[in-house]
């Protein structure tokens, strides 16, 4: 049950705050422990999404593996605990995961008053609305009224309430902890609107029974981006998160997949020698093994591959790369040189 | 000359029991302080190295979300500390109203089970095990997801004189607005609730005196219903009420019960008043048969025996076990948070917890007020253990 979770989470978190942790240590215990313990979501395809054999799949479930394959040059190295939206913020402050890769919203108040890192953007989103087709609904504008089911504990719920007001509409908010409560109750009828990040909103959609009778509305009414988040204060660790993600958006960038990594190493170009391990030494500097960028692409691949394999068009969702295409192609995906 | 005696040797302090008592009792509490000490320090360095903010100055900065059930004025803009009050009303609405429900059920439950009538005692007997070994959490979502949600949509709702709507929604009810001079009709019935104690008072004595009855339920009914109507007629009848009506999407106006209420409720209920038909049939059959078979040959009928010969009695057993149903009754409020009733654990310990991310402010608020509610309730309860208890002379 969740409030029994939180309230473990909770006693978890003072325990840990008591006991005598020190900086730079995460790296140290979790290279000793073997595994990364990552937290994901309870259940969202494209994203994070355990299949019948129980392998999680998904964007966030793959930035886990890659940063595993980082430290451990073996993407398998990753336990998954599967996180509400309400549980996950406490489960990293308490220490009981390593990194929170759970289509997290990068915010102000996270980043400082509630001890987070927040290391990158694996994906621009942005808030929308589903609703039955039957309503006739064409806009979120013509929401007044409306009772709208949306996760607790999330940044859309706070979206939801600015919208609502700032377009002086009445809102009944039913916030469930789950987001498949809210989307049995959106087929149900208890809410009129589910509300989410849109790239939730397509992978909910595909979970319901008759998906074709709904539809997401036009407008986008917030700022979301998602990313990885680490815990405040341990700096060796969070640069190699960081760097995971720019390693495998910077391998876009340079054309180096995972199936042609190997044939890459021989290439001419420092940029690509460099991020190989081929030149430099630039394992030493995060205290990892030379070739671990290298491990990071052949074993989970670059962005745009992750990207089209879990929620694009080799995927259910279909979805487009939009703004999370390169900054060379229009989007807004960019990573720092490797040098 | 007196004889020098060997006065014993004064043993050491440390050998004296009392000495030794006090000490170890003054060690002990040394401890315990210099580790809470020592906790309370090491979670404020923690905390600060991890950058977590602490304090509960988050209190009175604004919450920036909706909450589906209040009971107080509340919106986006008011604080986290208004939010806990949200919070806690739902709490203690859900669980007032479980208290009395259940024991009301309880009571009927109980005495039915007891019954000569084979139907009725069989029937509540059913109803006992099945509702008392099922866990809660499955009751919750039962009522929740599959009794509930088999409701009409709002467009279609079920409507009772188009004045009480039930849909998916919720129930709708109207509400009552008073106008100027309803409080003349409270203040009749203040007078009404006031003349009928006096009578009663004076019944009672006549009674004493004399032995003769007086219908003193059907004369206080009378005054109760009844001056109070005539005030609100002459009054020109100071009250409309407010329908609900479909507006867009759902209706407005009126009050409404929503669906997470209900179910909570629901469930609630029906289980904490199996347990307390238990106690109440234990309490009855503990106390003697002679006491019935005395009461009925002194000529009082069944019913009259029930209620001045044997409740009265049983209610010495009943009560002390009673009290802890209302204590469990309450705290399982809190499994609220499964089906988004935003109670204490669910709005306050969930919501605001994640908003601001501080988890041990509030949990500790949390614990403290789950704490606070159930010392409430027993002391009431023992209070009110100590009226009826057995008065021994």
Redesign the interface.
Known sequence: ???LK??T???V??L??????Q?GAALNAIKERGFIKCGVSDGLPGFSYADEKGNYNGIDVDVCRAVAAAVFGDASKVKFTPLT??ER??AL??GEIDVLSRNTTWTS??D????MNFTGVTYYDGQGFLVNKK?GVKSAKQ?????VCVQ???TT??N???Y??ANKM????????KSD?SA?SLE???C?VLTSDQSQLYAQRIKLAKPDEYVVLPEVISKEPLGPVV???DDDWFDIVKWTLFVMVNAEDLGVNSKNVEEMKKSANPDVKRLLGVEGDKGKDFGLANDWMAAVIKQVGNYGEVFERNVGQGSPLKIQRGLNALWSQGGLQYAPPVR | MAEPISTPVKPPFWNNPQVRAILFQAIALVVTVAFGLY?FD??QT??R?????SGFDFLSSPS?????QSLIPY??TSSYGRVFWVALLNTLLVSALGIVLATLIGFVIGIARLSKNWLISRLALVYIETFRNIPL?LQIFFWY?AVL?AMP?PRQSLSLGEAVFLN??GLYLPAPEFQIGFGWVLAAFGLAAALAWLAARWARRRQRATGQQFPILSVSLALLLGLPSLTFWLAGSPLVWQLPEL????F?GGWVVI??MASLLLALTLYTATFIAEIVRAGIQAVSHGQTEASLSLGLNSSLTLRLIILPQALRVIIPPLTNQYLNLTKNS??A????Y?DL??AF???V?????Q??E??AITMTVYLTISLLISLMMNGYNRRVALVER
């Open positions: 049950m969740n409030p939180t309230l989470a909770a006693a978190l003072l840990a705050a008591s006991g005598l942790a900086a939206a309400k913020l406490t402050q308490s108040s996270r400082s008053a509630q001890g309503l929401l007044d009224g409306a009772t607790a504990g999330t719920e706070l939801l309430s600015d609502f007001r009445k809102l009944t908010p039913i916030s469930y902890d409560e049995k149900a009828g208890r009129d815990r405040h204060g | 906790v090491n979670t923690n905390l190295r991890l950058g977590i903010a920036g979300f909706d909450v589906v919106s986006p959490l997801f949600r949509s998916i929604r507006q867009g999407f759902n407005r669906p997470e809190s499994l948070a499964a089906i988004g935003p654990v669910s310990a969930g919501t917890l994640n908003q601001t991310g988890a041990i509030c949990i």
